[in-house]
């Protein structure tokens, strides 16, 4: 068995279970306990479980990984995420784009464009790209979250609100396999709903990370989306719903 197949597996029982100790996984899997471990350090590190001493629990849903851990998570993909969402943006256009790591990725990749207008609650969107000259970068009021460069709140909420715009580009925590988005604060996913209700078209940014992770707040619907970009091929479930919906797929 593989690695990554370990993973899926351990994942798996995690959330069937809610807690495994590494004696019985590396007995289920047939690999030593000292792979067990290595397994569960990874996946802990991926936000996908919680490691206890002695064994793997449900991630936590009140509470996300730290913002630097996040920035090294899975960051090719998120590049690679960023780069094929940014090429469905045409010049010209507006968009607003939400708080995140992906989101951030993306608006890094969008530097070649021509005559954006960009309205965004993240300062990690906003520095890179007010160095162009040609861009229009309006930031939301509301508090500075000193860990991450987020602004929330109700005065971003509010100020969101004042605009439509070509495009909502959205960072997500979490994907359940019924398709409910979630995210761990109240105040961010309030400014991210604002968003997708202003914008033509909302688009989803979300590695493979974010699946079966399970915050508690809840975000909307993947059928709220016109175009989801991931990095890996989702679950027959979510893919049938995602065509139901006629909902864009991007795999990068």
Do not use: W
């Not at 206890?52 to 849903?61: V, Y």
């Not at 070649?112 to 939301?140: C, E, G, Y």
């Amino acid at each position: 068995m593989s690695a990554e197949d370990r993973h899926h597996e351990i994942t798996a029982l995690v959330r069937t279970q809610g807690y495994v100790s590494n004696e019985e996984l590396a007995q289920r899997l047939n690999v030593a306990v000292q792979t067990i471990r290595r397994d569960v350090n990874h996946l802990a590190r991926r936000g996908l479980v919680a490691r206890h001493h002695g064994g793997a629990g449900l991630a936590s849903s009140v509470e996300n990984i730290a913002y630097s851990e996040r920035q090294v998570l899975n960051r090719r993909a998120k590049e690679a995420i960023g780069h094929l969402a940014a090429r469905q943006i045409p010049d010209n256009s507006s968009l607003f784009v939400s708080i995140g790591t992906t989101t951030e990725a993306f608006a890094k990749a969008l530097r070649r464009h021509k005559a954006l207008r960009i309205i965004t609650n993240n300062l990690h969107v906003a520095t890179p790209l007010s160095a162009q000259t040609d861009f229009q970068v309006i930031v939301t009021g509301g508090q500075v979250r000193f860990y991450d460069g987020g602004i929330t709140g109700s005065t971003a909420s509010s100020f969101i609100e004042q605009y439509r715009t070509d495009f909502a580009v959205i960072g997500i925590s979490g994907i359940e396999e019924d398709g409910t988005l979630l995210d761990f604060d109240a105040d961010e996913i309030s400014v991210a709903q604002a968003m997708m209700r202003n914008a033509r078209r909302v688009y989803l940014l979300a590695d493979q990370t974010k699946f079966g992770r399970r915050p508690m707040g809840r975000l909307g619907h993947l059928s709220h989306v016109h175009g989801f970009f991931t990095d890996c091929q989702p679950s027959e479930r979510i893919s049938a719903m995602l065509r139901e919906h006629d909902v864009e797929v991007h795999i990068a």
